[in-house]
């Protein structure tokens, strides 16, 4: 049986390089390269400022945190994927609702939203899977009526 990678990062000479600078830098955590990947990320999305964090799990932790998602509310995640995302729900003091994923791509089943959204309900927090991307339009269309309650 062959091996199938979940994923296989395209590494050249170059990235290797920039890396071997960073840790002979003793600047593993912030330092000039932080600085510069932050200012660059804000010109590209033509934005003022970005944040660059330590991982996905402290980025979803301040993103709910930033929408002031707390004790009482919840948050739709699906129902498979990095134990994360509903970690970062809870971290805030939230509830995780979990909605079952669609089989044909594992990401959140659009059509089982829905009926997981009540009075408490402040956010959705889809994820793409497996390099598919999620129904992001669906899921943003009905992620308006979260608003309107």
């Known amino acids: 049986m062959n ?15 920039r890396a071997v600078e960073v840790i002979r830098s003793g600047m593993l955590v912030q330092g ?8 660059a990320f804000a010109k590209f999305i033509k934005v003022n400022h970005a944040i ?16 002031g998602i707390g004790k009482g509310d919840e948050v ?6 990095y134990v994360a995302t509903a970690n970062a729900v809870e971290l805030v003091g939230a509830k995780p609702v979990f ?33 598919l991307a999620c129904d992001i339009e669906e899921v943003c269309r009905i992620a308006v009526k979260i608003i309107l309650l």
């Open 76 to 81: 739709i995640v699906p129902a498979f994927s």
């Open 99 to 131: 909605v079952d994923v669609d089989i044909s791509t594992f990401n959140i089943d659009v059509k089982q939203i829905e009926e997981k959204i009540s009075a408490r309900t402040r956010a959705i927090i889809p994820v793409h899977e497996f390099g």
């Open 3 to 17: 091996f199938i990678p979940l994923a296989r990062p395209g590494i050249n000479e170059s990235d290797i390089q």
């Open 52 to 67: 660059a964090l330590s991982n996905g799990t402290a980025t979803l932790h301040l993103a709910l945190l930033a929408h």
């Open 32 to 39: 000039k390269n932080v600085n510069a990947f932050e200012h």
